[in-house]
Antibody, heavy 119, light 107 residues
Framework: QVQLQESGPGLVKPSQTLSLTCTVSGDSISSGGSYWSWIRQRPGKGLEWIGYIYYTGNTYYNPSLESRVTLSVDTAKNQFSLKLIAVTDADTAMYYC???????????WGQGTQVTVSS | EIVLTQSPDFQSVTPKETVTITCRASQSIGSNLHWYQQKPDQSPNLLIKFASQSISGVPSKFSGSGSGTDFTLTIESLEAEDAATYYCHQSQRFPHTFGGGTKVEIK
């Protein structure tokens, strides 16, 4: 059974960098069978796709966040990570990682991690 | 980017009723439309892929149809455990986008 688990600080100060890691179990990132995505859900808002990364390091970012986002992958640890710089309170959200099958549907999702931007 | 508009935003139904949720795309997306269920305090769960393809482990009461710009998710014989918010998602064109969600309440 494939499982994803997000981890990282729950509180980030404005203008600082948000860093999250997703640990994958039950599937190997380096197998190349999937892409790996980050998605967020801001309070009272819908879902927003942030971007995906492939095991080779190839990435695609949502243009709305592209200037501030970096995704990276560590195949040895079977993890992928999100960095979002210069955060504001608009970046307060539940952040999910998800397996992105063939760059189509997301399944499964991690349980999510709440990140609050506040001084 | 492709905008997905779901309707209704909210629906309150009695048990055993059938619910139909619609998702309209701002441009044609073929069958590259997927549906998710998000229960309170849980992450989204894939229900239907490619507009109408069922997912292993998902009850057959959930079905999808449509292509191009108009899609529907139908939930038959609603039970209390189906209370959730349902989202559509398109993968036709980057960036991936989601509909605004339809909250289904069981009376």
């Amino acid at each position: 059974q494939v499982q994803l688990q997000e981890s990282g600080p729950g509180l980030v100060k404005p203008s600082q960098t948000l860093s999250l890691t997703c640990t994958v179990s039950g599937d190997s990132i380096s197998s190349g069978g999937s892409y790996w995505s980050w998605i967020r859900q801001r309070p009272g808002k819908g879902l927003e796709w942030i971007g995906y990364i492939y095991y080779t390091g190839n990435t695609y970012y949502n243009p709305s966040l592209e200037s501030r986002v970096t995704l990276s992958v560590d195949t040895a640890k079977n993890q992928f990570s999100l960095k979002l710089i210069a955060v504001t309170d608009a970046d307060t959200a539940m952040y999910y990682c998800a397996r992105d099958r063939t760059r189509n549907w997301f399944d499964p999702w991690g349980q999510g991690t709440q990140v609050t931007v506040s001084s | 980017e492709i905008v997905l508009t779901q309707s209704p935003d909210f629906q309150s139904v009695t048990p055993k009723e059938t619910v139909t949720i619609t998702c309209r795309a701002s441009q044609s997306i073929g069958s590259n439309l997927h549906w998710y269920q998000q229960k309170p305090d849980q992450s989204p769960n894939l229900l239907i892929k490619f507009a109408s393809q069922s997912i292993s482990g998902v009850p057959s009461k959930f079905s999808g149809s449509g292509s191009g710009t108009d899609f529907t998710l139908t939930i038959e014989s609603l039970e209390a455990e189906d209370a959730a918010t349902y989202y559509c998602h398109q993968s036709q064109r980057f960036p991936h986008t989601f509909g605004g969600g339809t909250k289904v309440e069981i009376k």
